[in-house]
Nanobody
Framework: QVQLVESGGGAVQAGGSLRLACIAS?????MSWFRQGPGKEREGVAA????????YHADSVKGRFTISRDKNKTTVYLQMNSLKPEDTATYYC??????????????????WGQGTQVTVSS
């Protein structure tokens, strides 16, 4: 069983930055970030595999968000720059055995964190 604990959420004005972190109790091949805004479906934001070159970012965040992983591979970060009000959501960390180069799918991830709230005001 892998436990995930997210941190780093908060309130920020549009154009600002936040850095989310997720610490896993055990190593997993792939870690990812999803988000769910009010009245919206859950959306895959970014995923990272075993190496730093294996990353995926959704079009909605590409160029603004960056996923990374620490050397021990048990902590994943999401650097969020140029935040927009539409980025407001609860952000969830997930861990699992699969990484895909062209998408991030919730069904690939078995372990989930409790979520951290990100609120962006205009």
């Amino acid at each position: 069983q892998v436990q995930l604990v997210e941190s780093g959420g908060g309130a920020v004005q549009a154009g600002g930055s936040l850095r989310l972190a997720c610490i896993a109790s055990l190593y997993t091949y792939s870690m990812s970030w999803f988000r769910q805004g009010p009245g919206k479906e859950r959306e895959g934001v970014a995923a990272i595999g075993i190496t730093a070159d294996r990353t995926y970012h959704a079009d909605s965040v590409k160029g603004r968000f960056t996923i990374s992983r620490d050397k021990n591979k048990t902590t994943v970060y999401l650097q969020m720059n140029s935040l927009k009000p539409e980025d407001t959501a609860t952000y969830y960390c997930a861990a699992g055995p699969y990484w895909r180069p062209d998408s991030v799918r919730a069904t690939d991830y078995r372990y989930w964190g409790q979520g951290t709230q990100v609120t962006v005001s205009s």
